[in-house]
């Protein structure tokens, strides 16, 4: 293969890995525009269609979201553990490989249990991440009560946040 063909080629492998990496953002920025239409249009519209809630009438614990809530600010992610009784907080970063294996559990994990899961991307929020201890990603923290009561660092099998959630529940 002559110099030439080698440098083609190569250019041609960053291009179709270039490509990979902004198809990639173009589906993460899709998702979170997603998201963040369905918690609005559902924040909105005060319905309760939720049927896992039960009858929380009169109660001051807000309906626990079925999916993962992005936090924007060290401010929502205080107001999220004052109003829960469990918050699983996960802290992630968009470019580790184990956050990214770890997502389908979290988010099953916001549907399927009785815990707010909150996202706290260490990246955006690095204040946040560092008083949250996080110096590892992925690391999730379990929160009763408004204190936090574990803590786990590295992927994690899914039987390990359930029940670290389930012993944390009232």
């Known amino acids: 293969m002559s110099e030439a063909d080698r440098e083609e080629a190569d250019e041609t492998g960053a291009e179709r890995d270039g490509s990979r990496s902004s198809e990639r953002e173009r589906i993460r920025e899709r998702k979170r525009r997603e998201l963040r239409e369905r918690l609005e249009s559902g924040a909105d519209d005060g319905s309760a269609g939720d049927d896992r809630t039960g009858d929380r009438t009169g109660g001051t614990d807000p309906e626990t979201p079925t999916e993962p809530v992005e936090v924007g600010g060290p401010e929502e992610f205080q107001r999220l553990v004052a109003e829960h009784d469990v918050v699983l907080v996960d802290c992630y970063a968009d470019w580790c490989g ?35 201890g996080a110096r590892g990603v992925p690391t999730f923290l379990v929160y009763a009560n408004g204190e936090p009561v574990d803590r786990f660092v590295g992927a994690q099998d899914r039987t390990t946040l359930e029940t670290a959630i389930a012993s944390n529940a009232a």
Do not use: H, W
């Open 98 to 132: 184990p956050c990214q294996m770890m997502e389908p559990t979290v988010e099953s994990l916001a549907a399927e249990t009785d815990a707010v899961v909150a996202k706290v991307d260490v990246d955006g929020l690095p204040a946040l991440a560092q008083q949250l």
